[in-house]
């Protein structure tokens, strides 16, 4: 069973970080690429970043580019988002899931429950 938990949303000031977490079971963490994605109040779900397992490849929207990094630890089954210089705009539920490496929500089919990002200008 595929299993993705996130965890470190909360409130920040815009020019602030925080870093989400997202923990996998093993066996989704070394068959799927992991992606993050994002969803506002009124807007449609939308990619933010993702990470390939095989390659190390990594991808991110060109709204979060230079200032989130997505990157993984084997060790924990861990991926992670780091999230700096934030802005307002950034505020959504985070959602981590797995599939395959790509922007398009499709692509993905597992799916985590989602954390909440609330960034305060």
């Known amino acids: 069973q595929v299993q993705l938990v996130e965890s470190g949303g909360g409130l920040v000031q815009a020019g602030g970080s925080l870093r989400l977490s997202c923990a996998a079971s093993r066996h989704t963490f070394s068959m799927y690429a992991l992606g993050w994605f994002r969803q506002a109040p009124g807007k449609e779900r939308e990619f933010v970043a993702a990470?390939?397992?095989?390659?190390?490849?990594?991808s991110y929207a060109d709204s979060v580019k230079g200032r989130f990094t997505i990157s993984r630890d084997n060790a924990k089954n861990t991926v992670y988002l780091q999230m700096d210089s934030l802005k307002p705009e950034d505020t959504a539920v985070y959602y981590c899931?797995?599939?395959?490496?790509?922007?398009?929500?499709?692509?993905?089919?597992?799916w985590g429950q989602g954390t909440q990002v609330t960034v305060s200008s």
């Open positions: 990470h390939d397992w095989s390659t190390s490849s990594t």
């Open positions: 899931a797995a599939g395959s490496f790509a922007s398009r929500i499709t692509a993905y089919a597992y």
